[in-house]
T-cell receptor, first 114, second 112 residues
Framework: AQTVTQSQPEMSVQEAETVTLSCTYD???????LFWYKQPPSRQMILVIR??????QNATENRFSVNFQKAAKSFSLKISDSQLGDAAMYFC???????????FGEGTQLTVNP | EPEVTQTPSHQVTQMGQEVILRCVPI?????FYWYRQILGQKVEFLVS????????KSEIFDDQFSVERPDGSNFTLKIRSTKLEDSAMYFC??????????FGAGTRLSVL
C-alpha cells in the first residue's frame, strides 16, 4: 500500500521569509499525482499545488513551488514571502488514476510569525 | 468559482442513531468521495463513487456506512447506527478527470 510521510509535525517561519515543508512517499507505481493541501483553522481542505509524476518540471503556483525528486520519492513544498494567511496545517497527498483515493500524510502545522 | 457544498456544517447525534451527511459536488464532476478526519489525525479515505456505484472503499467503510446519489446532484453518506468513535470531520470531494479532488468545508459529526 502507498504511504505518505511528513516528518515535521510543526514548522515556523517569519513573515516574508521562505519555508520548506518535507514529504516522502512510497509507491511501486510509475504514474501518479502528488498534492499539497492547506487546512486553516476552519478545517476546509484547500488545494495548494499539484504535480504529475511524469512531468520532470516542478510545479509552481505564485509563491508556492515544489521540489519533486521522483527517484528519491520526495515532494517538498516551498513557500516564498510567507504571509500571515499561510498559517495552517499542510497535508501532502498521493493519488493515482482518475477516481482513485488520495492517501494523506500526517500533516505539518505551519506558524507564521509577524 | 464552483465549489463542493456540504450540509449540515455540524451534526450532533446520540449513539445508535442514524445520520445522513449531504454533499452537492461540482456539477460537471464525475467522481465523488468521502473522507473523514478524526480530531488531530490525518485525513482518511472512506469511499469513492463513479457511474452510480462504489468504485473503491476502505476497510473503515463497513456495513454501517452507505452512500447514495439519489437525484443526480446530491451525494449522501449514511451512518446507520452511530458509535462514539464515528465522531470526526467528514469531507466530501469531487473530481473530473485528472484526479484533482476539490473538497467541501466538511461536516463535523459529534456522537454523544
Amino acid at each position: 500500500a502507498q504511504t505518505v510521510t511528513q516528518s515535521q509535525p510543526e514548522m515556523s517561519v517569519q513573515e516574508a521569509e521562505t519555508v520548506t515543508l518535507s514529504c516522502t512517499y512510497d509507491t511501486s507505481e510509475s504514474d501518479y499525482y502528488l498534492f499539497w493541501y492547506k487546512q486553516p483553522p476552519s478545517r476546509q481542505m484547500i488545494l495548494v499545488i499539484r504535480q504529475e509524476a511524469y512531468k520532470q518540471q516542478n510545479a509552481t503556483e505564485n509563491r508556492f513551488s515544489v521540489n519533486f525528486q521522483k527517484a528519491a520519492k520526495s515532494f517538498s513544498l516551498k513557500i516564498s514571502d510567507s504571509q500571515l494567511g499561510d498559517a495552517a496545517m499542510y497535508f501532502c497527498a498521493y493519488g493515482e488514476t482518475s477516481g482513485s483515493r488520495l492517501t494523506f500524510g500526517e500533516g505539518t502545522q505551519l506558524t507564521v510569525n509577524p | 468559482e464552483p465549489e463542493v457544498t456540504q450540509t449540515p456544517s455540524h451534526q450532533v447525534t446520540q449513539m445508535g442513531q442514524e445520520v445522513i451527511l449531504r454533499c452537492v459536488p461540482i456539477s460537471n464532476h464525475l467522481y465523488f468521495y468521502w473522507y473523514r478526519q478524526i480530531l488531530g489525525q490525518k485525513v482518511e479515505f472512506l469511499v469513492s463513487f463513479y457511474n452510480n456505484e462504489i468504485s473503491e472503499k476502505s476497510e473503515i467503510f463497513d456495513d454501517q456506512f452507505s452512500v447514495e446519489r439519489p437525484d443526480g446532484s446530491n451525494f449522501t453518506l449514511k451512518i446507520r447506527s452511530t458509535k462514539l468513535e464515528d465522531s470526526a470531520m467528514y469531507f466530501c470531494a469531487s473530481s473530473r478527470d485528472e484526479n484533482i479532488q476539490y473538497f467541501g468545508a466538511g461536516t463535523r459529526l459529534s456522537v454523544l
